[in-house]
């Protein structure tokens, strides 16, 4: 029993989106005098990136620095917390998607201001309760 494929395994996926996004992202890993090697693109379920940052915050003087974006919530500044997983601390408002130019003078305005005093209590893990039997 010979059974054929219906499916076209020929067809030729458009690719600009992903293309436009890349070049975006690049401008803005550019601007930030960075190479890229520690960046990566999302394309699904939301097309998103994820900019590794030289440098750390003044607010957060021992934790990793990440530019992370997505094309519904923009722009945002993440750091690592103690086990690992990012925590926003700083949003860029407006469009998602705004110029690259704004996005690295925002990001150049975070890394070298002064330091707030941030509750740092997302950075701590929770003390957990014994549970006796």
Excluded at 44 to 71: C, I, K, M, Q
Excluded at 80 to 93: H, K, T
């Amino acid at each position: 029993m010979t059974m054929e494929s219906e499916i076209d395994f020929d067809i030729d996926f458009d690719d600009a989106v992903a293309r436009e996004v890349r070049s975006y992202i690049s401008e803005i890993v550019t601007g930030l005098g960075l190479r890229g090697d520690s960046s990566c693109i999302d394309a699904e379920p939301l097309t998103g990136a994820y900019v590794a940052l030289d440098g750390r915050l003044p607010d957060f003087p021992s934790h990793y620095v990440a530019l992370v974006w997505n094309e519904l919530s923009g722009w945002s500044v993440a750091v690592e917390d103690r086990l690992g997983d990012l925590v926003d601390v700083a949003r860029l408002s407006g469009d998602p998607r705004p110029a690259p130019a704004d996005v690295v003078r925002w990001v150049n305005g975070l890394l070298h201001r002064e330091q707030t005093n941030r509750d740092f209590a997302a950075f701590v893990p929770e003390q957990r309760g014994i549970v006796l039997s």
